[in-house]
């Protein structure tokens, strides 16, 4: 097999090349617990909007074996633990949250250990158009992974409690493709303009997503393309590469790649807690 031919698993369903496994992927993260001056004391949680598919459809009809990136998914989480939080996890049908595996850390005792403490929540989400309201939580999680960009973008039900999150000024954090999803506050049947319009941010990047099928990363080119659909909408995409950049604009806070998994909880996690301090939640 070449190195840099993405892998058949099974009939037309593809994983990155060995090469792509190699080189960007890791046995291990670079999680350091935190101490927090303040940690969340209360009972409210963070919402996790993550994504319920697998298989992605390339423009070559090939398809994709992704889902949620375990790192961008768990470590970010690990960290906003640490300062106090537990989570609700959603999807938009209820199935359960695929990971993609290929990218799983399977040296890490910390994402293992915090991965089982999780697995019932990851199992069985609750379903996005159930929840009614934001009033039982203090901020909103996307993570990253390719499977961002299938149903989150189109899904009237999270674009509305998106746009809860924004007029209230809920910190919302996002990573890698997870900002696909920001694309719901202004999708078909909501009637609602895109709630990020004139907003800065990181996020994983076209010019990255055209090159990395040479690589054998993915088995042919998306159908669609991230970063010009959000600046389409007047968002501005910051970063022109992926080396783990975070920024915070008002209630988003955003970083740009699994790079970011770790800076981003950091930095995510404090403001959370000064959000609920402050708003007696």
């Excluded at 993405?6 to 037309?12: C, V």
């Excluded at 090469?19 to 350091?32: A, P, Q, R, S, V």
């Excluded at 992974?145 to 996002?174: C, D, I, R, Y």
């Excluded at 740009?256 to 995510?268: H, N």
């Amino acid at each position: 097999m070449n190195w840099f031919n993405s892998q058949e698993i099974e009939d037309n369903v593809y994983i990155p090349s060995k090469f792509t496994l190699m080189m960007w992927t890791e046995k291990k993260t670079d999680y350091k617990k935190q101490e927090y001056k303040d940690t969340y004391k209360g009972t409210k949680k963070i919402l996790v909007f993550a994504a319920d598919k697998a298989n992605m459809t390339m423009e070559n009809g090939k398809i994709f074996s992704t889902g949620n990136h375990p790192i961008e998914t768990l470590l970010p989480m690990i960290h906003m633990r640490d300062a106090g939080f537990t989570f609700d996890i959603a999807t938009v049908s209820g199935r359960p949250v695929p990971f993609e595996m290929w990218a799983y850390p399977t040296e890490d005792k910390n994402i293992k250990n915090f991965h089982d403490e999780i697995r019932e929540e990851l199992e069985n989400p609750k379903i996005i158009k159930n929840i009614k309201n934001l009033n039982n939580y203090v901020g909103i999680f996307i993570p990253g992974g390719h499977g961002a960009m299938m149903n989150l973008p189109t899904s009237a039900e999270l674009g509305k409690l998106l746009h809860e999150a924004h007029e209230k000024g809920m910190p919302t954090v996002v990573i890698c493709h997870g900002p696909a999803a920001l694309l719901s506050t202004a999708t078909e049947g909501l009637n609602k303009e895109f709630a990020y319009n004139g907003y800065e941010l990181m996020s994983f990047t076209d010019k990255t997503d055209a090159f990395t099928p040479s690589l054998g990363y993915m088995p042919g080119q998306l159908k669609w393309k991230l970063q010009e659909a959000i600046e389409k909408k007047g968002a501005k995409v910051l970063n022109t590469e992926e080396t783990g950049a975070t920024h915070q604009d008002r209630e988003l806070i955003t970083g740009d790649s699994p790079y970011a998994a770790s800076p981003l909880g950091i930095m995510a996690a404090p403001i959370l807690v000064k959000y609920a301090n402050d708003n007696n939640l």
